[in-house]
């Protein structure tokens, strides 16, 4: 065996740690006067939503590094973090409902323009990833999350604010509260992370198995 080798962790093993660490911080988390221990769900709705914004940007700038290079490789990446960047958004809408029925007692606060935003963005990243996947260009591909990656962007920074607090965490003058955040997002950004490898990971394992396929 080379031992110049560096062992890498498996995301399936990363990934049940990090959620293990997401947990603990949330945990550590105090109940706040107002929201009891709701606030832990916000702390998490907060995080998802930094880290999913993260991931679509990431993915754009690799599909304009694909669209001026055309490496293969990056292309790969790009596909992986497509997919991983909407799981996320997922994650993070099915949050907000929560978040939102135990905060205001609806599921979906409609009126509120941050909550439909993301909710077209919900909707605008799964019809372009399934378009992407339909139409099978790489140019396609890459485009999509270049347009992607601009309008959830464009959409959630732009969203004005009704009921929705504009930076609680950052006004609620707790040093805990300033802390906890900023960890937990990069926690769950790290999860997302270890999930675009594992995606990767098995669309490489889907080509190799499509090459070995014979010729009918």
Known sequence: MNASKKTILSPLATMPILAVIAFLLLWLIPEEQTL?????????HGALVQAALILFGVAGILAAIFLATRRAVIFGWLVALQQASVMMWIFYVVSSMVVTYLSWGEWIAWSEPRVQASFHVLWFSVVSLLLAWWVGSQTF??????????????????????????????ESGSALYQWLLPTLALVVLLFGIELTRQLHAVGQRRASIGKLQPVS
């Open 141 to 170: 591909t890459a485009l999509v999350n270049l347009v992607v990656a601009g309008v959830a962007w464009y959409l959630v920074k732009g969203a004005t604010i009704f009921r929705h607090p504009f930076n609680p965490v950052g």
């Open 36 to 44: 009891d221990w709701v606030i832990r769900l916000v702390f998490l």
